[in-house]
């Protein structure tokens, strides 16, 4: 059957699940954390806590919505069974769909947190001297923000890897396109197969590891929100 | 957490005949669990003990209860692990008992369903079609022998689907995400017949399930009585009343 078939297929997907969903959230969450940074209206908060609900909700909460949310029957899915012909659950681009809002609090608060500490006057000054908003963001807030927009993808990658419960639910392993690492770590499991589940589990506490040195070292002076 | 995720908690207080009941925790593979939400009231009508119901998929269960899992008896949903479990001493090997036999079954999410499993398999009409995953759920490895048995698997492999148990496999189908699925008769068996074909028997080995008294549960009366209540006519009724064989 090959179920249990290639790890490096499940290395490979995986990995690149974690990279199309950084690259869309950094497209996508770049103007909202910039917003957030810089907004003073009053439902700036509710944007924040929206931002920060996959912190906090269970991924059954994510999984259950996105099925029913991906369903033929229902208005996304069905219109997106129309334009593709085929179905948004159990496809790659549905687990990208997954992720970027299991990841929007990591790519978004990072960034928030390095925009809000971009000086003012600076931004000020590059106005006066002709540059339109657009332009002192690019060229004044964005490589001031450097650290922060670093951080924020490590930490989206990272965390996209570390996907598990949304994935099962709206998954269903399909080697290549769906089954993703820590679902291969569940079946190694639950088929008693803890030699190869010793190898992988060691292999993402190492990555992992890894990846959160590197953002403390990229932070020692710009500190963040997510701890 | 899956643990307890469904908790049957009848304690019958004052019971004349049974002044000191005992209590049992029931661990049920995920295909069992309606049936066992059934019998549960029953057997603490019949016999006065407290009964907790929890499930999940067999091989999850069996891990549980490899570390040390507070339960009493586990419904598997096959004999290997029930196998497995009294080879490394965890169960009572006199207990055992097979409570039931999985049918397999084609259903569509509720649709009229007309045609032969291996016609209805074929189609390409059905973009998905969700399974339990073979190398975890007895289910599913019945699902691919039937599938061989066919000789159809080239033609349905590429549309197949896997579910963590049988359980999630009718999710995905009631969900719309998979069109068809092919589940435990007991799942689809109070609807419309109509709604679901029937794969023969003849195209895969018999789903035994077996049930068996846990170490912890050894002395525990009310775990002895209720692997004699399991065997016996009402229960058997029961099982029988969700689409379940009994013979084996």
């Known amino acids: 059957m090959g179920l249990m078939g290639d790890l490096s297929t499940a290395i490979v ?57 991906f369903s033929p029957d229902s208005t996304l899915g069905g219109a997106w069974v129309d334009f593709t012909g085929s179905t948004l659950t159990f496809s790659f681009i549905g687990l990208v769909f997954a992720s970027v809002l299991y990841s929007l609090p990591f790519m978004v608060q990072p960034l928030q ?45 990272a965390h996209t890897v570390g996907e598990f419960g949304v994935v099962l639910m709206v998954g269903g392993s399909l080697p290549g396109e769906t089954r993703v690492i820590s679902i291969v770590l569940y079946e190694y499991v639950e088929t008693l197969r803890f030699d190869e589940a010793h190898d992988l589990a060691l292999l993402l506490v190492v990555f992992s590891f890894v990846v959160l040195s590197t953002v403390y070292l990229l932070n020692r002076r710009l500190r963040f929100r997510i701890a | 957490m899956r643990l307890l995720n469904v908790v049957v908690w009848l304690v019958l207080v ?100 007309i045609g032969t499993p291996q016609a209805l398999l074929s189609d390409p009409r059905w973009q998905r079609i969700a399974i339990a995953n073979p190398a975890v759920a007895p289910y599913g490895a019945a699902a691919m022998q039937v599938l061989a048995a066919l000789s159809i698997e080239s033609r349905v492999t590429a549309r197949l689907v896997y579910g963590e148990s049988i359980a999630q496999a009718h999710v995905m189908v009631a969900t719309g995400g998979a069109q068809l699925g092919v589940l435990s008769l007991s799942q689809v068996y109070s609807a419309d017949p109509s709604t679901w074909v029937a794969i023969d028997d003849s195209l895969y080995s018999p789903i035994l399930q077996d049930a068996v008294l846990l170490n912890r549960a050894a002395q525990n009366k009310a775990g002895q009585s209720f692997m004699k209540f399991v065997r016996g006519p009402k229960a058997r009724k029961i099982i029988e009343s969700f689409g379940y064989g009994l013979d084996g």
Not at chain 2, 62 to 73: L, M, N
Request: glycine fraction near 6%.
């Open chain 1, 113 to 157: 947190t390095a925009f809000e500490a971009v000086d003012e006057e600076l931004l000020n000054a590059a106005s006066s001297l002709g540059a339109s908003p657009f332009d002192a963001f690019v060229t004044v807030a964005c490589p001031l923000a450097l650290r922060g927009f670093l951080s924020a993808c490590i930490l989206t990658f």
């Open chain 2, 14 to 113: 004052g019971s004349p005949v049974h002044l000191r009941a005992d209590e049992i925790v029931v661990a049920t593979a995920s295909n069992f669990l309606a049936t066992m939400n059934a019998l549960a009231p029953r057997f603490s009508a019949e016999t006065g003990h407290a009964i907790t119901v929890t499930s999940g998929s067999t091989a999850k269960l069996y891990q549980q209860i490899v570390h040390g899992a507070p339960f009493d008896v586990l419904m598997s949903a096959d004999q290997a692990h029930i196998d497995r479990l009294i080879k490394e001493g965890q169960a009572v090997a006199t207990s055992r008992v097979t409570y039931a036999r999985g049918r397999l079954v084609l259903w569509a999410g509720g649709k009229p369903l």
């Open chain 1, 13 to 69: 997907l995986t990995a690149k699940l974690a990279g199309v969903t950084t690259l869309v959230l950094l497209v996508m969450a770049t103007p909202l954390a910039w917003w957030l940074a810089r907004s003073k209206r009053w439902f700036k908060p509710f944007v924040e806590a929206v931002t920060a609900l996959p912190l906090v909700l269970p991924p059954t909460v994510l999984g259950f919505y996105l099925l029913l949310l």
